[in-house]
């Protein structure tokens, strides 16, 4: 499972060791790697003769189907450049997107090419195959550097406007090995897919692994789980809002998957009731990782033998991770919340347009803008975004934090917390709850949470909203929400707390 010198040399490898193994499966159609590598050649055949061997950036705007794998190290192998570009986008951002990375080409999901901006190639997956049949010649024999841009991926903009990440063919080689060693995925393993779209890493870990990997993209997590039952399925794989809604799903207890061996989460912090849930009535770990699409994008992930829920784990092999104080840049001690560094070969090449080196600090640490802290371990535990953490009384003050704790009231379907401007302390949290029953009572959850949180972090504002609105992949829209929040005072907000705890408080948090 060594990095090859090229992302295409994954599927090649994987193809020469195991031709007749199943790569994909994706509703009723599997290929083999023999026959998904002869795909590729063919689609990179095509794309070479289309677009040049140059380095052209070629926009993939795909559902989770087999097409993406064919049409990604198609087009790398035809020496062109994929941009990984998320298919539920309207059409002013996917503008933007392919205007940013400068897409000449795309191929993309049916119903995705009226939403495209006009390009000079579009190519629908219904039309892929016709392509690849009518493609003549051999592909093109290309040796790509470690060090050449392989592929684009886009951050998610939820703190401003997305960047384009440009990530090398060693980036991605080497953290498919990291990863699929941190998650032991074999070439025995049947890895099942339940995501709303593709995400590069499970390709790249389950081809670098010899894995077969099911792509299962239905919203019900209780139908989910049972299809990787049926499938066989030893390594589940899914976003934290899907997995916490199976985890109170009525169907849940009827569910058995004799095959599996993991529950793996990531994207966003997976709360720790719900790995608890999920591991106790399958008989696994439920465990999460972290990354970043500047890390290609996995930088950590939790020990299987001994999950730790709420954790992110230690850093993969070859990675390196601190965290540092948010006032003057010096390392904090175990413990303390600070923005989460790391340093290692997946860190990306940079963003398109900038200085390259400009994304790290002088002495090569990627400044990640999480916030989190170590525990003496070194076990990482993500808290929030710097731009989402704010400070009450000069205490720093993490909404996720306040979030968990009353995620946990039985009267709580779903809640998120943001800051609320307030002319003594700066700025005081402020609840958006979704009742789990009837007419909950405000002031009895703020005194849930002043129960069991030092005075800081006591809410002094609450409202109840019909849902949470999320990304596609289960990202609160908290900026939205913050700005609705400050021009609507909440209509019942509990009574103030009183910062008479404060002294008991430093073990809590950071100023």
Not at 119 to 134: F, H, M, R, S, Y
Not at 344 to 357: C, F, H, R, S, T
Not at 390 to 413: G, Y
């Amino acid at each position: 499972m060594l990095a090859g010198p090229g992302v295409g040399d994954l599927l090649r490898r994987a193809a020469r060791r195991f031709p007749d193994r199943p790569a994909i499966r994706s509703g009723t159609v599997e290929l083999g790697y023999a026959e998904l590598d002869r795909l590729a050649d063919r689609c990179a055949a095509a794309l070479a003769r289309s677009l040049g061997t140059h380095g052209k950036v070629l926009a993939l705007t795909l559902t989770l189907d087999h097409w993406f794998a064919v049409a990604f190290f198609g087009a790398i192998r035809s020496g062109n450049i994929p941009a990984l570009v998320n298919p539920l986008l309207r059409e002013e951002a996917l503008a933007n997107l392919v205007r940013a990375c400068g897409a000449e080409a795309a191929i993309v999901a049916p119903g995705v090419r009226d939403r495209l901006p006009t390009l000079a190639t579009i190519v629908t997956t219904d039309e892929l195959g016709e392509l690849i049949d009518g493609a003549e010649g051999p592909p093109p024999h290309l040796v790509p550097a470690p060090g050449d841009v392989a592929c684009l991926q886009f951050t998610s903009g939820t703190t401003g406007a997305p960047k384009t990440v440009q990530l090398t063919h060693r980036n991605v080689t080497v953290n498919a090995a990291q990863t699929a060693r941190a998650h032991r995925v074999t070439g025995d393993s049947v890895v099942f897919d339940n995501l709303p779209t593709f995400h590069l890493m499970h390709l790249t870990v389950a081809t670098a692994a010899g894995a077969r990997l099911v792509l299962w993209p239905g919203g019900d997590p209780a139908e989910a789980m049972a299809a990787a039952a049926r499938h066989g399925a030893t390594h589940f794989y899914s976003l934290p809002v899907r997995l916490g809604r199976l985890a109170s799903d009525p169907r849940l207890p009827d569910l058995s998957v004799p095959t599996l061996t993991a529950v793996l989460s990531g994207g966003s912090p997976l709360p720790a009731l719900t790995a608890e849930t999920l591991g106790a009535r399958f008989g696994v770990p439920v465990a999460q990782g972290y990354g970043l699409q500047e890390t290609s994008p996995s930088t950590h992930f939790d020990d299987l033998d001994a999950p730790r829920p709420g954790s992110c784990g230690h850093p993969l092999a070859g990675t390196e991770c601190r965290v540092v104080r948010l006032d003057d840049g010096q390392v904090a001690p175990a413990g303390a919340l600070g923005e989460i560094q790391v340093r290692g070969p997946q860190v990306m090449k940079g963003y398109l347009g900038a200085d390259e080196g400009a994304h790290l600090t002088a002495d090569g640490w990627f400044a990640t803008g999480d916030v989190g802290h170590l525990a003496q371990d070194g076990r990482l535990t993500l808290v929030d975004r710097i731009k989402d953490v704010f400070k009450h009384d000069n205490w720093l003050v993490a909404p996720s934090e306040i979030e968990r704790v009353l995620r946990r009231h039985p009267d709580v379907a779903d809640c998120l917390v943001v800051d609320y401007p307030d002319d003594l302390s700066g700025a005081v949290p402020y609840g958006l709850v979704v009742p789990e029953g009837e007419d909950p009572d405000p002031a009895e959850l703020a005194a849930y949470v002043a129960a069991r949180l030092p005075y800081y972090q006591h809410l002094h504002h609450l409202r109840f909203v019909a849902d949470i609105p999320r990304s596609a992949t289960g990202k609160p829209q908290r900026r939205e929400l913050r700005d609705q929040a400050r021009s609507r005072p909440s209509p019942v907000p509990p009574s103030p707390p009183s910062p008479s705890d404060a002294p008991g408080a430093a073990n809590a948090g950071s100023r």
